[in-house]
């Protein structure tokens, strides 16, 4: 969309296009450098001063340099269309100069990725970059204004019932929604339900960019946002206020005969069936709204020159200027887009479909969107694509864009990956449903499992429908497996990976499913990548302690693979090197082992005690001075002030330690020890006043009465799920915490009794600082 100029012909501006022309043509008197106009205009684009726009250069200049510098007379049209773009304007003729411009961007952008890209590769700049240059483009001025109106954007949505006008509403919309201060409620727009009813496939995959916006909630930006004070303070005002407009909106959606089943259809149909019933024209008119993003562009022209060295495949273009409808050239009825740009579009649709299912997944009718997504065969369905289109074999010049590196993760390609390894990620996690990622093969060596280590068989593996789980040769968590023991060492898709397996563990410990994956080799490439590849990525590796400890807890077996594949001290170093370098990230391996160890010596085995006595991690871990140097560090990297999702986990891990002293009547030897520490580390009155006031704050987030009982039970951290996953009785936990916090000096297990007064400072509120 053209910008209007803010004061048309006032003073003011006409000094400013004065001084601009000036310096553009190297002073008073002197000759115009055309070598510098590009590089002034980029440069006062980014600063705000000097040259901005097309409309600081007189008419006469314009003329004179279009030719020889190739421009196609679009500056000269810019400066006609901000002539006639104000208030009381001939909007006839704006029309009529976007008609002239609109076929100089579509035909270059279509020739980008089709036999014509060889005409376009003589101009230095292309037709596109001009446009913006010349200050062609001002959407964040229009649309910040626009979504302003709150029922103008409503009616938007009445105008996407027509075709000819879908494509172009959806992006205004997504433009809109995206500089929007207040989200919009999908329950005002008008007939929503048969609006969403009637979309083709292709138009559905589209809404679906508008819903990835209106289903998510809104993120001002602010980190102190994302901290568990200003989270819990949220919630209490969400309480007061009812449910947010993105959970309305979630609701709504969920409400429409038919939505997840045709989400689901989408994500998991094949390329060659996009292409049936979609006109030429109409896919072109598609790619043309995609092209509007430079990315999608550069990996557009990269698939299209690998598709051309194999294929002779053309797109027949009118002349420059004929008429055609939409804006778009006529096109030959015969011709076909390329096929790597077909399965490139699809992978765009697939992108936005996965979010929205994955939203979903997590919000508040997480156990209904399961229920659908089993029923509709989305795992069975993703599992029939992996290898062909989301896993699938390409280029390295497919994958690493112009300005980018093969690690960035800004290629549709590689966001695909993410996007779905997210979704399985929220499938897997503490839900039953996880066993639909197996085949009906992978059950049956689950029940094997069991069966031969003489334990019951999991219940939720005898409850899964059969008719529902993957096909083939592999499950779906089995092909991640394969892909994952093959990313290269700095991948980012590793972090991902073991988030996505990690899921699958978590919850109540199941020796089955660790032994399922412990068979397929994957504690031995867990350590391999901490070890040997010594991992530098502080992502990847939290990723990895988080999933070893999963794979390894209360499992014997685990326990003898780990000792021997660190068969050595220098590997043990190397281990412990990366596990002291950063707790946030180790913490939950350090618990883990350390749940353990418990249990393990409660055990009257053989095995056991074999793997007891010959387990570098167990033997170090069960020595006094490692868990009070665990704990010292896990209560002073952490404060109520910066708590946050990810490193509360210190917090729960310090209580681990000292529940499983206060069962071995230990205790107030490990208060003591820590009064010890404090004064040895000239500390007096700093550790002990932070975890009490840790404590206060873990009493009042994890037990207040105004919780809202379906989020916490839902979140990653609720006392339901990680009493479940440490074994140790909520009560058990909620009493440990109790007695911290006894006032009383007297008893031996509460820590004021190890505070000196003077220094002692256990009443602050939280929000002081």
């Known amino acids: 969309m053209a910008a209007a100029p803010a004061a048309a012909g006032s003073g003011a501006s006409r000094g400013r296009r004065a001084a601009a022309t000036v310096a553009a043509w190297g002073g008073w008197g002197g000759r115009p450098r055309p070598a510098n106009i590009l590089l002034q205009l980029r440069q006062g684009q980014l600063t705000g001063r000097g040259l901005v726009r097309a409309v600081q250069f007189t008419e006469t200049f314009l003329t004179e340099r279009d030719k020889p510098s190739k421009w196609s007379g679009i500056p000269q049209l ?70 302003e109106k709150n029922d103008f954007v409503i009616f938007l949505f009445t105008l996407m019932t027509s075709k000819k006008t879908f494509l172009q509403t959806a ?34 995959a589209n809404f679906c960019r508008i819903l990835a916006v209106t289903i998510s909630e809104m993120d001002t930006g602010n980190d102190d946002k994302h901290t568990l004070l200003a989270k819990n303070a949220q919630q209490k005002k969400s309480l007061s206020l009812g449910p947010s407009a993105a959970e309305i909106n979630q609701a709504a959606l969920l409400s429409i005969p038919g939505f997840v089943e045709r989400l689901c259809k989408l994500a998991t149909r094949k390329v060659s069936e996009s292409t049936g019933t979609a006109s030429f024209l109409q896919e072109l008119e598609e790619w043309y709204t995609w092209l509007d993003n ?65 939203v979903l997944l997590m919000g508040r009718q997480r156990n209904q969107v399961h229920r659908m997504i089993a029923e509709f065969k989305l795992i069975p369905g993703l599992n029939n694509l ?3 289109l989301i896993w699938r074999k390409h280029s390295a010049s497919a994958l690493v864009l112009h300005g ?35 085949n009906n093969q992978e059950l049956n060596e689950l029940s094997a499992i069991s069966l031969k280590a003489n334990i019951p068989e999991v219940e939720a593996v005898l409850n899964t429908d059969r008719s529902l789980v993957c096909d083939g040769k592999r499950g779906l968590l089995t092909r991640l497996l394969q892909v994952m023991k093959k990313e290269p060492a700095e991948s980012s898709f590793r972090f991902w ?49 988080d999933l070893l400890g999963e794979l390894m807890k209360f499992n014997v077996d685990a326990f003898k693979r780990f000792n021997k594949y660190i068969n050595t001290d220098a590997k043990f170093q190397v281990f412990l090197k990366q596990i002291n370098s950063s707790l946030v990230d180790s913490n939950m391996l350090v618990r883990c082992v350390t749940l353990s160890l418990d249990r393990f010596e409660n055990q009257v085995d053989m095995k056991v005690a074999e793997v007891l006595s010959e387990c570098r991690l167990l033997a170090y871990i069960s020595q006094v001075p490692t868990q009070m140097s665990f704990l010292f560090r896990l209560i002073n990297i952490i404060h109520v002030q910066t708590l946050t999702q990810e490193n509360v986990s210190c917090l729960n891990t310090s209580l681990v330690i000292l529940m499983l002293a206060r069962r071995k009547e230990r205790l107030p030897l490990y208060l003591r020890l820590l009064q010890r520490m404090e004064h040895n580390k000239k500390y007096p009155g700093f550790l002990l006043n932070n975890f009490h006031n840790l404590l206060r704050f873990w009493q009042q987030h994890y037990l207040h009465k105004d919780k809202d009982s379906t ?59």
Not at 103 to 128: D, G, H, W
Not at 713 to 742: D, M, R
Request: charged letters at 25%; one cysteine or more.
């Open 404 to 438: 980018h590196n093969q690690n960035c993760d800004c290629s549709p390609d590689i966001t695909l990956k993410i996007q779905f390894l997210r979704l399985l990620q929220s499938f897997s996690d503490h839900h039953e449903n996880k066993y639909l990622l197996l």
């Open 497 to 545: 990976q073991a988030r996505a397996v990690e899921s699958f563990l978590r919850g109540t410990t199941s020796y089955a499913d660790q032994m399922f994956l412990l068979k397929r080799g994957l504690l031995e490439h867990i350590l391999y990548c901490i070890v040997d590849s010594e991992c530098k990525s502080r992502d990847v590796l939290q990723s990895y302690f």
């Open 711 to 769: 989020c916490l039970e839902n979140a990653p951290s609720s006392p339901s799920l990680f009493a479940q996953s440490s074994c140790i009785s909520f009560s058990y936990w909620k009493e440990t915490v109790s007695i911290l916090l006894n006032p009383d000096r007297q008893s031996p297990s509460a820590l004021v009794s190890y505070m000196e007064e003077p220094y002692m400072d256990i009443d602050r509120d939280f929000t002081e600082e």
């Open 386 to 388: 992996f290898d062909k």
């Open 78 to 147: 810019l400066l006609k269309l901000y002539a006639t773009s104000h208030l009381h304007s001939d909007f006839v003729e704006c029309q009529n100069i976007l008609k002239e411009i609109s076929p100089l961007l579509s035909m270059e952008a279509m020739a980008f990725v089709t036999e014509e890209r060889k005409l376009t590769q003589e101009t230095t700049y292309p037709n596109t970059y001009i446009f913006d240059l010349f200050g062609g483009v001002d959407t964040e001025g229009v649309t910040k204004r626009l979504a």
């Open 294 to 358: 430079a990315l999608v562009l550069d990996a557009l022209m990269r698939v299209a020159n690998e598709e051309s060295e194999h294929s002779q495949a053309s797109i027949v273009f009118s002349p420059p200027g004929a008429s055609e409808e939409n804006g778009l050239p006529h096109t030959s009825a015969r011709t076909q887009l390329p096929q790597s740009m077909k399965i490139m579009h699809e992978i765009m649709y697939k992108l936005e479909v996965l979010y929205v299912l994955c």
């Open 171 to 204: 992006t205004l919309i997504e433009d809109i929604l995206g500089v929007k201060k207040e989200m919009i409620r999908l329950d005002e727009v008008p007939n929503l339900s048969s609006l969403v009813s009637n979309f083709d496939q292709q138009q559905l």
